[in-house]
């Protein structure tokens, strides 16, 4: 279930990381409706964050059995991603990674706390110039991850029969 869950949402992912970039790209090529092109890439840099953090509760619920809890649970969640835990499961992500998703995981925050024609023009295309960059590693690495965990089945399946 988690494998194919990984799967998919890396697939609407890539749709996310597209669109993101489309809209920084009208834009620039449509200065005068620049801020609701932007609002759409803000909305798209939101979707980012927010799918992969879909993933990360899922692994933290079903393969980890422990999901944090409290005022900093989004970022403790992306923190657990990036650990070794006991012998059963590597990192899903390494701290490179992790520490470029913060970035994404803070905007997220804005998005959702503050008003669209108070967002930061140059935050927002910088990220969006940066999704293919960040998204590339991350794809790769929960790809691995979705490995991992389908070798781990195959061979629970050969123990037991």
């Known amino acids: 279930m988690v494998v194919g869950r990984i799967r998919q949402e890396l697939t609407e992912l890539e749709r996310v990381v597209a669109r993101a970039k489309r809209a920084v790209t009208a834009a620039r090529q449509q200065p005068e409706d620049q801020d609701l092109y932007l ?88 990220l969006a110039q940066q999704l293919q960059a960040s998204f590339n590693p991350v794809q790769r690495e929960l790809l691995a991850f979705a490995d991992f965990l389908e070798q781990l089945a195959d061979t629970q399946n050969e123990d037991a029969a």
């Open 39 to 126: 609002d759409a890439a803000a909305l798209n840099l939101h979707d980012f964050y927010a799918g992969l953090e879909r993933l990360f509760y899922q692994i933290a619920a079903t393969v980890d059995r422990s999901v944090p809890t409290g005022y900093e649970w989004r970022r403790d969640l992306l923190r657990q991603m990036q650990v070794t835990l006991g012998q059963g499961r590597p990192q899903v992500l390494s701290t490179t990674t992790g520490k470029a998703l913060d970035e994404y995981l803070r905007f997220r925050h804005v998005v959702r706390n503050i008003y669209t024609f108070e967002f930061d023009p140059e935050r927002i295309e910088r």
